[in-house]
């Protein structure tokens, strides 16, 4: 069984993290690619920091010296910035080497001369990671909604500002605080300037242009503001009045043409980045045929990232549709003697069951009751006609906690 050799370029927030998962789940790979995988080289800027990497593993900031170290398969890239990076990746493709890169302003600029070369290269370039973080938004519109025309896109792609809107507004902090909570938190950019004066954004959306459209906008033409001078005072008086602030990247259609937008809008309750908060970016997209769709998660980060990189790593060696498990995984029947929580609706609360809290109904006969039981104590209760109905209550993820299976 031959190795896939992969060279990592960065070496900070997300190549750290894709470092981690590789070396500590190398069997999850092998099972999942049928092939082993050896990181063999990193490359970094300044070799005089400490870093926790295994011995016999190339740590250079030559990225001459790393190309040439044996034949890489694959170069996964998280550095910041459009030079040196492009250059490297230009490098790889040509010698017919994969790149995963979740480097947003270097693909913005370079993303076409970049496919390009991995053509030339006989190649594979891909960048899950680099619009919307653990979303998998580039995956899903390239490979699951061809058929559909997309017509619309309003997303929020830049999880450092959602995170410091959020922050501001539900915990009263400052800008400046929120956002060097979302810096020590490894979410903004190294300049931070590219998050909140929007480019960040900005060119996420400039590569799904390319994406959906086969092109991008002149880059003077579309508006481009960022969050930088929001303050609670306006963001208070947005929410008395029934709205929220967000910053909305967006794709419409006017008159036939394309508008790309990248700015804070007023939201209005109901709408579907409404109640996207916190680190979160959301992608609304509307197709002709599969209607308003919505993805959803955490938009930066160094899990989520790395999550995107790695799907796109296993991708590139994918040899079946088959998704092959990751955990051995047992099946449990109900248990129906196990304590938890349930929602009733009832006349008046039951004898039996240990109530946490309690909503009168508007008609009389009808409460609505927040306890603890088990599912026969329910069932017995409802034969007896002394509820309504049960309703177990959703999300509850404590109940799976001690029996959830660890990755093989
Ligand atoms: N953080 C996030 O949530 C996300 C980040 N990204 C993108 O991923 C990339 C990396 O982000 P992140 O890990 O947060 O950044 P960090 O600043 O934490 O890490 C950057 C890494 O790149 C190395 N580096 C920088 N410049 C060079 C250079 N010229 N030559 C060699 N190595 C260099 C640094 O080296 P050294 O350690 O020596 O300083 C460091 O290891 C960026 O393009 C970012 O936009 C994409 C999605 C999410
Ligand atoms: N700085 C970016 C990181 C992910 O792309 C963000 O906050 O969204």
């Not at 007023?266 to 996207?276: K, M, N, R, T």
């Amino acid at each position: 069984m031959t190795t896939i050799k992969v060279a990592l370029l960065g070496f900070g927030t997300v190549g750290s993290s894709v470092y981690q998962i590789l070396q500590s789940q190398q069997s999850k790979f092998e099972r999942l690619i049928g092939r082993k995988v050896e990181i063999v080289g990193v490359l970094i800027q300044d070799e005089t920091k400490q870093r926790d990497i295994a011995d016999g593993i190339l740590v250079t900031s030559s990225f001459e010296e790393l190309i040439n170290v044996s034949d890489i398969d694959v170069i996964i890239e998280a550095i910041n910035g459009i030079e040196p990076g492009a250059g490297y990746l230009h490098k790889a493709l040509e010698k017919g080497v994969h790149v995963v890169t979740a480097n947003k302003e270097l693909l913005a600029h370079e993303g076409k001369s970049l496919r390009e070369t991995a053509d030339t290269g006989n190649a594979q370039l891909k960048y899950e990671a680099a619009v919307a973080g653990g979303v998998p938004i580039i995956g899903t519109l390239q490979q699951l909604l061809q058929v559909n025309y997309i017509s619309n896109v309003e997303a929020i792609l830049n999880g450092t500002s959602n995170y410091i809107l959020t922050e501001i507004a539900e915990n009263k902090v400052s800008f400046q605080e929120a956002l060097l909570t979302a810096q020590k938190l490894g979410y903004a950019e190294a300049d931070p300037g590219n998050d909140v004066d929007g480019w960040d954004a900005f060119y996420k959306l400039m590569i799904l242009s390319d994406l959906l459209l086969g092109d991008q906008p002149d880059w003077t033409q579309v508006t481009r503001r960022g969050i930088r001078g929001i303050t609670l005072a306006d963001i208070q008086a947005v929410e008395t009045a029934g709205w929220r602030i967000k910053h909305i990247a967006s794709l419409q259609f006017n008159k036939g043409k394309a508008q790309l937008r990248v700015e804070p809008r007023a939201v209005p309750q109901g709408h579907s980045l409404y109640e996207v908060a916190g680190v979160d970016n959301a992608v609304a997209i509307e197709g002709d045929l599969a209607g308003n769709l919505k993805l959803q998660g955490p938009g930066a980060g160094a899990l989520p990232t790395a999550s995107a990189i790695l799907e796109d790593f296993v991708q590139l060696y994918k040899k079946s549709d088959n998704r092959k498990p990751v955990i051995d995984t047992t099946f449990s029947a109900e248990d129906s003697n196990r304590l938890q929580d349930w929602l009733i609706t009832a006349p008046s609360i039951p004898q039996t069951a240990a109530v946490k809290q309690y909503w009168s109904g508007k008609e009389a006969n009808s409460n609505t009751y927040l306890l603890s039981a088990t599912a026969e104590e329910l069932k017995n209760l409802l034969q007896a006609g002394e509820i309504h109905n049960f309703f177990r209550v959703a999300g509850a993820r404590q109940e799976i906690s001690d029996t959830f299976p660890v990755p093989i």
